[in-house]
């Protein structure tokens, strides 16, 4: 079944998008949540588990001290309310992923709210509120059997892997985002980019989308222009990468004016995303789902953080991104444009390690950007997956400031380290990938090309110098691009130039 | 959902949807007699409701304590054998629960 849709720009023509974000944060903690199950990711099948863990009868949680501490601290650094008193919840529900039929999440009392978010996006700052961050629990694996797709669709049975249930899990929910019209389904990505860096930052979840630790619910609604009231939403789950982010704003928009130019109206529902075609597609009814029946956890005393507690964390919170990078914007001498490509690159922190092990601003900047950006576009991946350490990078632009290599040899002394063959300096050794001094060698070669070559040696000779750029050309060739340019031509112009 | 019905009273639908969201199949005859003898059940805990608690300061938790927490150390989990041992059905290391009709993952 295909969804008819509305082009892009003629939606906005005719309604105004609302947009919200419900996101669950991984913490990466060394235990669980309530046990001390390990939370290593990748662990064979159900071999970190305990009666705590598989809701066994008689087992009793115990809260993890660093979750909590981790959960207020995303709260500050979101400027948030912490609050002095706050409870866990059991939000009942069937499903396998659970064992305990519950999950223990927090209800009307958690742990931070009323915070706000500042989303930069082409020089404009959209400031998203935050409703509430808490704490909450992570559940099993299903794997379901039988069906075409691992879907439950025509799935004879599932199986369940009970590793991930338990772990300390923080959900960041934002108030309706109202007013971003064109740029909602950029707004939407910015905001759990910066979230994510935020969450980098404070050192407590690895963030990595691909494993699952970062997940975003994303609500759209439209309504019409001019309308006071805001429309049905949709809310599409476990939105894992930061493109598809953007990209199932885009696509509800555009599904939910074609619903609604049909004199419909939208169903309030959950859908799933589907990479491959960057469509969503609805997933089951939120009617009954709702129905959790929420209580307070009676086998969890409520946490109680005292204001001295909170000051202490608030004190020891880093420098957060967005001031940093004002800070680093400004010490690399950076116009704003330039910076946003930086950042847009994901690679302000690649250049600041790499100018933390030595190299320059200008050069760190130039390589990341330049050559190293293009491998990683060749490769398919982000630069941070390059298989190249920033301090690798300052190694191989000494290399080059001290003229051992030149930007050629430096290029193909970075093959050898994205090969796995070592650091910089063990390759350019390894491989032979010297620049050649003023060698014997040096010499043979420069002596060969203008004896190779004696029409252009005469040209220069003569006082065409700008013809000696062939017989550089012809020494670089038969020294396989090892020599240094500029030598090869200084010793040129001592043979053919007279003053 | 349903709407609540009068105190000391349980509707049919009540106890349906209940019974839905418990993923319990429950048969016409039993959603009479499970009625009935629910709004027993809340007869008996309505009693409470009777009690003169205006001097009372509400109650949170049977035990007045608060920040209970352990340090975040891993401990060993159990034998997975052991854990599977619990299990209705096991395949490939994992749990085998039925296909849960209507939902996705």
């Not at chain 1, 760190?364 to 190293?372: C, D, I, Q, V």
């Not at chain 1, 093959?415 to 040096?442: I, K, Q």
């Amino acid at each position: 079944m295909s969804d008819t849709l509305v082009d892009f720009d003629e939606v906005l023509t005719r309604y105004e998008p609302v947009i919200g974000l419900e996101t669950h944060v991984e913490l990466g903690t060394a235990s669980k949540m309530f046990c001390g199950c390990s939370t290593t990711f990748g662990a064979e099948p159900n071999t970190q588990t305990c009666p705590v863990c598989l809701g066994l009868p008689g087992s009793l949680p115990v809260v993890n001290a660093d979750a909590i501490e981790s959960t207020i601290r995303i709260g500050l650094a979101l400027g948030c309310r912490i609050a002095s008193w706050s409870r866990f919840a059991r939000k009942n529900y069937f499903y396998p992923d659970i064992p305990k039929g519950f999950q223990t999440s927090q209800y009307d009392e958690p742990l931070c709210t009323a915070g706000h978010l500042d989303v930069e996006l082409d020089g404009e700052t959209y400031r998203v509120e935050i409703e509430r961050v808490h704490i909450e629990e992570d559940t099993g694996k299903n794997l379901h059997v039988g069906g075409a797709t691992g879907r439950i669709h025509g799935a004879d049975h599932s199986l369940v892997d009970y590793n991930r249930a338990g772990i300390p899990l923080v959900e960041i929910v934002t108030r309706p985002i109202p007013g971003a019209g064109a740029k909602a389904p950029e707004v939407a990505r910015a905001y759990v980019t910066e979230l994510r860096e935020i969450l980098l930052a404070l050192g407590v979840s690895e963030v990595r989308m691909e494993q699952g630790n970062l997940r975003s619910d994303v609500n759209t609604s439209l309504a019409p222009i001019g309308s006071l009231e805001w429309g049905t939403r949709t809310e599409t789950k476990n939105v894992n990468s930061l493109r598809s982010v953007e990209r199932s704003v885009r696509f509800e928009m555009r599904r939910q004016a074609a619903v609604l130019d049909a004199g419909e109206r939208v169903v309030q529902e959950t859908r799933h995303f589907h990479e491959d075609t960057g469509s969503t597609s609805s997933g089951r009814s939120k009617e009954e789902a709702t129905d959790y029946r929420y209580f307070p956890e009676p086998d969890l005393v409520p946490i109680a953080p005292d204001e001295e507690w909170i000051d202490e964390l608030r004190a020891a919170l880093p420098e957060l991104p967005a001031a940093r990078r004002i800070r680093l914007r400004e010490e690399w001498g950076l116009s704003d444009t330039e910076m946003a490509w930086l950042v847009n690159a994901g690679a302000v922190e690649l250049v600041s390690d790499t100018v933390a092990a030595g190299a320059s601003p200008a050069d760190a900047r130039k390589w990341w950007l330049g050559e190293l950006a293009r491998r990683a576009n060749d490769a398919g991946t982000e630069l941070s997956q390059l298989a190249v350490t920033p301090a690798q990078v300052a190694e191989l632009i000494g290399l080059v400031a001290a003229g051992t290599v030149n930007d050629q040899l430096a290029r193909q002394a970075l093959d050898g380290v994205l090969a796995g063959e070592g650091d910089p300096a063990a390759v350019v050794e390894s491989r032979g990938l010297a620049v050649m001094g003023d060698s014997d060698e040096l010499v043979a070669a420069v002596e060969a090309a203008i004896e190779g070559n004696p029409d252009v040696a005469d040209k220069v000779r003569g006082g065409k110098v700008q013809a000696i750029g062939a017989l550089v050309g012809a020494v670089m060739k038969t020294t396989r691009g090892k020599a240094d340019a500029g030598t090869v031509k200084r010793m040129l112009e001592e043979r053919l130039v007279s003053e | 959902m349903s709407t609540p019905s009068p105190k000391g009273q349980l509707t049919r639908d009540e106890v349906a949807h209940l019974a839905h969201l418990s993923r319990l199949a429950v048969s016409d005859e039993e959603l009479d007699l499970f009625a009935g003898q629910l709004a027993a059940v809340l007869d008996a805990v309505a009693q409470v409701g009777k009690a003169d608690v205006s001097d009372v300061a509400p109650t949170t938790h049977a035990v007045p304590m608060t920040n209970v927490m352990r340090p975040d150390v891993a401990r060993p989990s159990l034998p997975r054998d052991v854990v599977l041992a619990g299990a209705p059905a096991a395949e490939d290391d994992r749990f085998r629960v039925p296909r849960i009709l209507g939902e996705e993952a």
